[in-house]
């Protein structure tokens, strides 16, 4: 299998689109989350997506094939809440680790089944995204108003909760770590730093991609950073990718990627939602407009990863990969070292 850096250097790559959005179609009910293991579980876990990993992995599997077959490169992991703090909401952080490897083996039985099928066409390879989202606990603000220095974790918790994480990923067999959804970045230093303390341990190494989210039209993210700032933050964990996802519609996005684009010495990735939710909180940009958007960024050399975020289904995906197919890849920029 070709690596995933000779791939980038002859094409636009297309990660996945929405996994909750798609899970939601299933219209699933609690005894469906619980599953025979969980039947008894002293709490409700329905909405805990993680959890369908090891309770129905078929659905999830049906799920990453959709969107192999729709032309995705990379699938991400259904790992978005795997870690002992995000789990806690449903008591389950004893899961963590088992949810990590589960679900990249969901992911990774699904590439194996879908390129030995003929459906295929040829193809001969598909990468794993390990996906570390966002906890429900930030670093960098503080969730009581009457109290601006209170923190609700500290640093050394969420590496620890990270560490887990990726453990369960990289037993699982993922090909690639990434960080994605990031509005907090020192939530985000606190996973690459437990990814660099993990490959220290192990002797392992793996691709970094980075995605953070710019929350609004004041084009930062929302512990206040701007694109430049959070780029420059981050840029020492050497990435394979920084890019954005999440937030905002592509037309939002664009003068965003433009940005990044034009700083970034490594490769850029984008994966924005199916516009902006409407009053119902549902996205009614369709496949072709969303492409539409994607195909420009990719004409102007703005990309080198593309691919959609809430509300976008295998049909985005399928119209993004068809429009970016015979675009060339953003060329790497030349740098002057600032120091």
């Not at 991400?76 to 004893?94: C, G, K, R």
């Not at 969303?290 to 691919?307: L, R």
Request: with cysteine.
């Amino acid at each position: 299998m070709k690596s995933i850096q000779e791939c980038l250097a002859t094409r636009i790559l297309v990660i996945d689109g929405a996994m909750g959005t798609m899970i939601q179609r299933h219209k699933l009910s609690e005894a469906d989350y619980r599953g025979a293991r969980f039947a008894n579980w002293h709490c409700d876990v329905k909405g805990n997506n993680d959890l369908l990993s090891i309770t129905q992995p078929e659905i999830i599997k049906g799920i990453h094939k959709q969107y192999l077959e729709a032309g995705a490169d990379i699938i991400e992991t259904n790992t978005f809440s795997s870690t002992v703090i995000a789990q806690a909401d449903y008591d389950m952080q004893a899961l963590a680790y088992e949810l990590n490897v589960a679900s990249a083996r969901c992911a990774r039985e699904a590439i194996t089944e879908f390129l030995s099928s003929p459906i295929a066409n040829g193809r001969d390879t598909a990468y794993v995204a390990g996906a570390i989202g966002p906890l429900n606990k930030t670093l960098s603000l503080s969730p009581d108003v009457n109290n601006p220095g209170y923190r609700a974790v500290t640093f050394d918790e969420v590496v620890s909760a990270y560490y887990e994480q990726i453990r369960g990923l990289v037993d699982g067999g993922v090909d690639l770590l990434l960080i994605e959804t990031i509005f907090d970045t020192l939530n985000a230093k606190a996973a690459i730093y437990a990814i660099k303390q993990f490959f220290a341990d192990t002797n392992k190494e793996l691709p970094i991609m980075i995605s953070g989210t710019i929350t609004d039209a004041s084009g930062r993210t929302l512990s206040g950073q701007t694109l430049e700032a959070f780029y420059i933050s981050v840029m020492h964990a050497k990435p394979l990718s920084i890019g954005l996802n999440c937030a905002l519609g592509a037309a939002e996005m664009r003068s965003h990627i433009e940005e990044l684009s034009s700083i970034a010495a490594c490769y850029t990735s984008a994966y924005p939602n199916a516009g902006l939710p409407n009053a119902m909180g549902e996205y009614d940009e369709q496949p072709h407009e969303t492409a539409h958007f994607i195909e420009e960024w990719a004409a102007k050399g703005f990309v080198n990863i593309v691919g959609g975020c809430c509300g976008t289904t295998p049909d985005h995906i399928k119209h993004i990969a068809q429009q970016v197919k015979q675009i060339q890849p953003r060329q790497l920029p030349v740098m002057e070292p600032a120091l």
